[in-house]
């Protein structure tokens, strides 16, 4: 394989932070290299200069191979808010199109529909200003993977997006001809997409050709070897130290070179590595009380204007509960978040309607998207006081002083994090936690939760996080509906898809017949199907796969560039339109058979 990328000599510091020194690597044509470190220590600084946006300390050589297309995505999308989805990227995509023929400039403009009607976005005419932050994030990796680049750079091409669009992009590299370099902290989406693994460790960087858990093994034996050969060290270390206390007449002037690294040997005895990890010990619960009653919820339904985000829902929590919500974006669920635990008022806006009845014992741990309220002037150590919990949670002494505004994002949420889970709640609340967060920071606050002593509602598109924690989902659906299903995530895509699956097989079937519902999937029947509901579900059954077919259709059209610019609008708008409305009949399909 040709060589893409050669590194040779770079460094990075900020002030007297060194992120890396005189690091080198390699990438070839076709890796898909995760790159993995602690938030703030110089992932994205080391990607910027890759991209050309910054410059290594040290000079050093950055070698691309020559006449390869390079395209870089990064955390923040800079838009012009009054343009347009579709003009946005046209004019965002300068340096694809400025040279194209118009034949080839045609078949740019039909890619780029064709990738925002994959990512659901249906109208191109939307202006940018009224888009959600996944909505964004879809337009930034539209306009980059319209390009078709040989080599993408990308800095968390997941966050913000819901599962759909996750899957979509993950199926989208994994079979492109692309090489990658990306950091991502989505492990799924790591062990799918890519096939090394490169660590960026105390400003060295370190290369595991495997997944994840391939990485996390050759890291501990890197360790492991390390501190191995520190303990040897040790041991000459002492025999020196013998020599250096001797009688002056044992050390004459011949020595000197031997004084000498006695002091380096014994800079490198004192070297033990030990592995950074989030030591939740000291915020464990301390015998919290949770009473019987947690949160009853009866026929409770919210309304914003003229859109319903929650209709007529009711269940009473449990101790110890641990539910996980998911759905599309803009799909209710922060708001039902606001509405359960007791947070939203009428000057919030809205109208809610039913009754939220929380239990006396009941001691909220609230983590928000958007709730961090630093005063950025404000020292780390001024936040949370306590220096030994500090440090156990990946802020070394160097940083205690340091102003929480010169803190990375991932850092503050990290910092943001300890100071909820400091108050010792009963009921937890995690409003997409794992945005902004590091891996090594992820694996140990999954290990805190699984021992968490209290009920916990998490909102996450992180499929990994939800199938470790949570005993059964609510899926947002639409229209204020909310699904309770049994299992965890992956049990649940599984389902969809089987559902899928047998409802396009039976409709070449001559007798279709409904699709077997898994195990987990069903609910112990409460009452028959009311003779409406038999004929609604046998149409259900029938109309599923003209749909499905319908569906199927429209997407070869799209993707056989044929259509014209009014047909391609039509379809794709038809596309969206579609996809809700099996969305709508699978759901309501599952909500019969469960009866």
């Not at 040709?2 to 060194?18: D, F, H, R, T, W």
């Not at 006449?67 to 955390?75: K, N, V």
């Not at 920071?441 to 290990?447: P, R, W």
């Not at 009014?566 to 058979?593: H, N, P």
Request: charged letters at 30%; aromatic letters at 10%.
């Amino acid at each position: 394989m040709a060589s893409y990328l050669q590194i040779e000599n770079i460094s990075k510091s900020y002030g007297p932070k060194v992120l890396f020194e005189h690091i080198d690597f390699n990438v070839n044509e076709g890796d898909k290299v995760a790159l993995i470190a602690p938030n703030g220590t110089g992932k994205t600084s080391l990607l910027r200069i890759l991209a050309g946006k910054d410059k290594s300390d040290s000079g050093g050589k950055i070698l691309f191979l020559k006449d390869i297309r390079i395209a870089f995505l990064e955390q923040e999308y800079a838009f012009d808010p009054e343009k347009s989805i579709f003009r946005q990227i046209m004019d965002g995509s300068v340096e694809w199109t400025e040279h194209l023929d118009p034949e080839h400039l045609w078949e740019y403009e039909r890619r780029v529909q064709r990738l925002l009607t994959q990512f659901s976005l249906t109208d191109w005419d939307k202006p940018m200003k009224d888009l959600s932050g996944g909505e964004v994030k879809r337009v930034a990796l539209t306009q980059m993977l319209a390009s078709e680049a040989d080599f993408y750079i990308m800095d968390e091409p997941t966050n913000h997006l819901d599962v759909d669009a996750i899957e979509f992009l993950e199926q989208h590299l994994k079979h492109a001809r692309s090489t990658l370099f990306m950091v991502t902290h989505d492990r799924y989406f790591l062990d799918r997409v890519c096939n090394i693994v490169m660590e960026l460790d105390r400003g060295q960087v370190y290369v595991y050709r495997g997944d994840y858990m391939n990485f996390l093994e050759k890291r501990q034996e890197r360790i492991d070897n390390y501190n191995a050969e520190t303990d040897k060290v040790r041991n000459v270390l002492r025999r020196e130290l013998e020599w250096m206390h001797a009688t002056p007449c044992a050390r004459s002037g011949k020595a000197k070179y031997r004084k000498q690294a006695f002091w380096e040997l014994k800079e490198r005895a004192e070297d033990t590595y030990v592995s950074k990890q989030v030591d939740m010990s000291e915020i464990q619960q301390k015998g919290t009380y949770l009473g019987n009653k947690v949160v009853n919820c009866k026929d409770v339904s919210f309304w914003w204007e003229d859109k319903c985000y929650l209709s007529h829902f009711s269940y009473n929590f449990q101790r110890y509960e641990r539910v996980g919500i998911v759905g599309r974006n803009a799909a209710g669920k922060t708001t039902f978040l606001d509405l359960v635990t007791g947070k939203w008022n009428p000057s919030m806006g809205g109208q809610m309607t039913g009754v939220v009845d929380l239990g006396d014992s009941l001691k909220v741990g609230y983590y928000r998207q958007t709730g961090m309220q630093f005063d950025p002037n404000q020292t780390v150590m001024d936040t949370v006081p306590s220096t030994h919990l500090l440090e156990r949670f990946l802020f070394p002494h160097d940083m205690w002083m340091n102003p929480v505004g010169r803190l990375s994002g991932g850092e503050r949420r990290r910092l943001y994090l300890l100071t909820i889970l400091l108050q010792q709640p009963n009921f937890l609340i995690l409003d997409e936690p794992t945005n902004d967060l590091d891996i090594v920071t992820l694996d140990i606050l999954e290990e805190y939760l699984l021992e968490f002593k209290g009920s916990m509602i998490i909102v996450s598109h992180d499929r990994h996080f939800l199938d470790r924690l949570v005993d059964h989902l609510f899926v947002f659906c639409g229209d204020g509906v909310v699904k309770d299903f049994i299992g965890n995530y992956t049990e649940y895509r599984t389902f969809i898809k089987d559902y899928e699956a047998e409802q396009k097989a039976a409709q070449k079937a001559v007798a279709p017949t409904a699709p077997k519902e898994p195990a987990r999937a069903k609910t112990p029947a409460k009452r028959k199907l009311t003779w409406k509901e038999q004929q609604e579900l046998k149409a259900l059954d029938e109309e599923l796969p003209r749909l499905e077919a319908e569906k199927a259709d429209l997407e070869a059209k799209l993707s056989s560039g044929t259509l014209s610019p009014a047909e391609l609008q039509t379809a794709s708008t038809r596309y969206g339109d579609l996809q809700a409305l099996i969305d709508e009949k699978e759901l309501r399909w599952l909500e019969l058979s469960e009866i």
